[in-house]
């Protein structure tokens, strides 16, 4: 509303201007970020017998001298989209397989890549590639396939892009004996500005899915909620993903190991 002319704005007035200012800024800036760090672990016991399987046989990385290029075999998984960055709020975090994030480690964000696979990324605009270990989940946009970290997207050229189109060449560890063939998946949905809405949300999804363990957490980036299906093969997953329409919260579907 268009204020009488020749009127001063009073302190207190001034006072909440700033402050409407200041959430309109945080509110948008949540909107922007898509990549939280995990959920807190409610099944700790099978994470670490999980983790301690996948440490069992890592994928190799090469040797400290070796040029990009050099990585033994052919990948399991090639594809082309676009890569982004993360660095701070989550430096310091845990990751999705449970190492505290350093921004300036080579290591990346995927959603489906098994957690410990070694990647080969080339940024296609200008051929410079760098071999980053998946170590966290992400990221939560449609279109893009990878998060690098902050020193991984500075040895690509990602970084002052800000978005690049890479090609991703994956090398993912052999499966555990107890592992669900395809991996154990979820369905991730946020990120919410207000802790209300997500636990609302996570009211009404705990009614509809039984079966399923429906949490919600806090991320750096606002409140997100994660629904971890009875069963956790992917076709299950992609069923309750399909199933779920609410609008500004689109549902993504993750890999959990």
């Not at 676009?82 to 995927?110: C, E, F, H, I």
Request: aromatic share 8%; glycine share 8%; proline share 11%.
């Amino acid at each position: 509303m268009r204020r009488p002319p020749h009127r001063s704005l009073r302190l207190y007035e001034i006072a909440a201007l700033l402050c409407a200012l200041a959430l309109f800024g945080c509110h948008k800036q949540n909107n922007r970020a898509y990549n939280p760090p995990p959920p807190p672990d409610l099944n700790a016991n099978e994470s670490h017998r999980a983790s301690s399987r996948a440490a069992s046989k890592p994928v190799p990385l090469p040797p400290s001298s070796a040029t990009p290029g050099e990585l033994p075999g052919k990948p399991s998984v090639i594809e082309v989209g676009l890569a982004s960055w993360y660095g701070p709020p989550y430096a310091g975090r845990k990751g999705a397989d449970g190492s505290v994030y350093d921004q300036n480690a080579m290591t990346a964000a995927n959603l489906t890549l098994p957690l410990g696979s070694v990647v080969r990324v080339t940024n296609l605009a200008n051929e410079q590639t760098v071999i980053v270990r998946i170590t966290d989940r992400g990221p939560f946009v449609r279109g893009r396939i990878i998060d690098l970290s902050l020193a991984a997207a500075k040895a690509t050229g990602v970084y002052r892009a800000g978005v690049a189109k890479v090609r991703i060449e994956a090398y993912t560890p052999p499966p555990s004996p107890n592992s669900i063939p395809g991996g154990r998946w979820c369905v991730q949905i946020g990120a919410f500005y207000n802790p209300e809405d997500a636990i609302q949300l996570k009211n009404e999804l705990t009614r509809r899915y039984a079966t399923a363990k429906v949490i919600e957490f806090e991320g750096p980036t606002g409140y997100w909620v994660r629904i971890n299906p009875k069963f956790a093969d992917k076709s299950s997953a992609t069923q309750i993903a399909e199933s779920i329409h609410i609008p500004d919260a689109e549902p993504y579907l993750t890999r959990t190991d």
